[in-house]
């Protein structure tokens, strides 16, 4: 399986931005929908966005409410999650994960191999 290895985490404070990366071995995002999830405390994981490998996004409307952008660098094999005006609900661990589907997931059923997380915290 992939090696999915996600990086820039950290703490901030509300109303902050932060961009995660997700670096995964070459030409997965070329190939694999690549997706977002989030794991608060005390509460089952939760997808984020996801983008499919012809760039095709999709968001939890209800989370990102216009904030995250997910995109990706096919070069780099990267996928990124841009957040923004970050708010103490999204403290959480992000997970970056990635399926064989064509269109791009919400289930995380879908997604077979995944990364082991950063830690996101947002202080009000």
């Known amino acids: 399986q992939a090696q999915l290895v996600e990086s820039g985490g950290g703490l901030v404070q509300a109303g902050d931005s932060l961009r995660l990366s997700c670096a995964a071995p070459?030409?997965?995002?070329?190939?694999?929908?690549m997706g977002w999830f989030r794991q608060a405390p005390g509460k089952e994981r939760e997808f984020v966005a996801a983008?499919?490998?012809?760039?095709?996004?999709?968001y939890n409307a209800d989370t990102v409410k216009g904030r995250f952008t997910i995109s990706k660098n096919d070069r780099k094999s990267t996928v990124y999650l841009q957040m923004n005006s970050l708010e103490p609900e999204d403290t959480a661990v992000y997970y970056c994960a990635a399926a064989q589907s064509g269109s791009p997931s919400r289930d995380d059923k879908s997604y077979d191999n995944w990364g082991q997380g950063t830690q996101v915290t947002v202080s009000s």
């Open positions: 070459a030409r997965t995002t070329m190939w694999y929908t």
């Open positions: 983008i499919s490998r012809i760039g095709t996004v999709t």
